[in-house]
């Protein structure tokens, strides 16, 4: 049998000398995940082979199968974790770890060339995949498969780090659905997804998937599920302020809610903005227009998922701030000075139709009214007790 030295000598010399078949294949997996390196080969008997790795240059030999047997390479940090499948010439690296991200290359020796396979595999950190969703939608868990096999066993629980309490579960063409979570997800039984019906915010929290192949932790994923309610609509109102004061206020109110903000824009631009995580209380933000302001400006509710908008033109809210900042004491004092010169030339419209000439029956009346606004005291009409007395002398000489 050829020693590692020897073995790696001959692939340098082959190199050189016979003409080389290459491809080249990008994985990305998770930490704890499990990953199969499938060589393409199904057209080649194989029996002669090498698998080598590195962070940029695979040189590293980690398997050696000659004429069919395997020759193992200690100190490669892959040893229990590497398994290779001697017919196919495909290996096996179960609980990834993101150190085991680099190149891998295999080169399998023909009696025409050497047949070369590089794989790039990217593993990253098993954080939570964070997804928010508006509250009455439907989501889906992908665990990414695109056909369940026989060989696969697919386990969901709700908590976090897979300890969490069952949901469903996938075995040999078969799954089941825990009874509390009946009519609430469903399960895809050729892929082996979760769908959550309808979800409400109570159902927010940790999902975890744990996909097996045979006896190998093939898949496993966290998701951190966010559920929210939708915005409602904003109100805007104007705001009390001094009279002498010549800026404009304008208040506007949301309802609070799970992680909501409230802005005024002016176009794209933000002016300010305001949040809380008291969500008993409302949110208020204020708006001070000044002259040189006067535009269109929007007032915006959102979260994650929702928002809503009211759009106010200032010049139409607005009184007209830029004037004199006493205006509202000057429209109050010509208010009631029209409403004095309106009395006084209703009274004169009378006194000159009473005073006519001509009009002896409203002469009385017409001294009495001139009277009257004039602050003086009524006397006696003297045309009224002349007229008293020849009425009397007639009435004697009758």
Known sequence: MLSVTDMMFSVIILSI???VISSETRITKRDGETVTLQMNTSMIPIKDYLWTFGRDNPTTAITIVTKGEVTRVNGTGFEDRLSTHVATGSITISNLTINDSGVFLAQVFTATGILRQR???TVLENSYIHLNVLEGTNVTLDPELTQLQKEHYVKWTW?????????????????????RFEGVVQLNPDTG??????????????????VLLGQELYIVLKYSLTVYGP????????AKHSLNDKNCYLSCSEKNGLSVNLTWYEGEKIINQTCSKDISSNLTLLLVIKNQDEGIFSCVAANPVSKEAVTVNSTLWCPPHGADPNWMQWILVGGIVGGIVVVLGLISVINLCLCMPGNTEGAGDCLNLRDMVEGRPSE?????????GSEDALLSNG
């Open 119 to 121: 794989f790039e595999l």
């Open 231 to 238: 915005v409602s609509t904003p109100k805007v109102s104007t």
């Open 17 to 19: 000398t016979v003409a």
């Open 159 to 179: 908590g976090p780090d897979y300890v969490g309490q069952l949901i469903a579960q996938w075995k040999n063409f078969s799954f089941s659905i825990e009874e």
């Open 380 to 388: 006696p009409n003297e045309a009224s007790q002349g007229n008293n």
């Open 193 to 210: 997804s979760l769908t959550i019906i309808r979800v409400t915010q109570d159902l927010s929290g940790f999902y975890c998937v744990q």
